[in-house]
């Protein structure tokens, strides 16, 4: 947890403060582009593209591990499914750097005390869910309905697996620049930014299969998914640490 050489800036200088372990995580991109992007992210943070395209993603993935620093995990507070679906954005920091991060259009939970602390401490999108993931020999079968009371309906029914060797990738890959992600961004009701600082090794990613029978993710925010078949991506863990958020712009 200490290297940083892979990351694409330099790890906060101050201490983290929550650990959690991501489990059997699928990353699902599409290309989109960019002035689709542009209609429905907050004009405050720039759209990052790769080779001229923006991308959609929607990852499916269980937490476990769920602790604060130097604390054990509480029973009960330990875990649950999410469901995330996200685009790519930065943000020049005070130096005029730019920090290329996440910017999150929901994210299912299926824990209602997740959904609140994270909406209240990082003005996050969550939304409560009714979420399942069981296994069928090697495929992992994801289920998340949406319940939160007021919000858009979305429902994800899927099933994917690894179906090779997880590998590293470089920096000038696009596998890199979709996920060596170190920051995620929220916008709050005034229009303030937030950052939130995370840092894990380096991933290392298998090429999956996936296989949806009820996605309606996107549209819920609102989107319309390409019709082409989506670039995937499986890891079987990652460690995380998680710094809290902070406004980084009015």
Not at 149 to 177: H, I, K, S
Request: aromatic share 14%.
């Amino acid at each position: 947890m200490n290297q940083a050489a892979h990351r694409p800036y330099p790890m906060p200088a101050q201490p983290w403060i929550q650990a959690q372990t991501w489990d059997n995580l699928l990353f699902a991109h599409w290309p989109i582009a960019p002035d689709v992007m542009r209609q429905i992210v907050p004009a405050s943070l720039a759209i990052d593209t790769f080779q001229g395209s923006a991308w959609i993603g929607i990852v499916p993935f269980g937490i476990s591990g769920i602790r604060a620093r130097f604390l054990p995990s509480v029973p009960g507070f330990g875990g649950f499914l999410e469901l995330n679906l996200r685009t790519y954005v930065t943000l020049n920091d005070s130096a005029g750097t730019d920090r290329p991060g996440v910017y999150f259009f929901s994210l299912d939970a299926a824990k209602l005390w997740a959904v609140i602390g994270a909406r209240v401490t990082y003005h996050l999108p969550y939304f409560h869910a009714r979420m399942r993931l069981t296994r069928d020999a090697d495929w992992f079968v994801y289920s998340s309905q949406r319940i939160h009371r007021g919000a858009p309906a979305a429902e994800f029914e899927a099933r994917y697996r690894p179906t090779g060797t997880a590998l590293y990738f470089e920096r000038d890959t696009l596998a890199y620049w979709l996920t060596e992600r170190y920051c995620l961004y929220a916008v709050d009701a005034r229009g303030g930014v937030h950052r939130g600082e995370i840092h894990h090794p380096q991933w290392q990613l298998a090429p999956a299969e996936l296989e949806i029978s009820k996605n309606t993710i996107a549209a819920a925010a609102p989107l319309s998914l390409p019709n082409d078949a989506p670039l995937l991506h499986f890891s079987k863990r990652q460690d995380v640490h998680i710094w809290p958020s902070v406004r980084v712009k009015l």
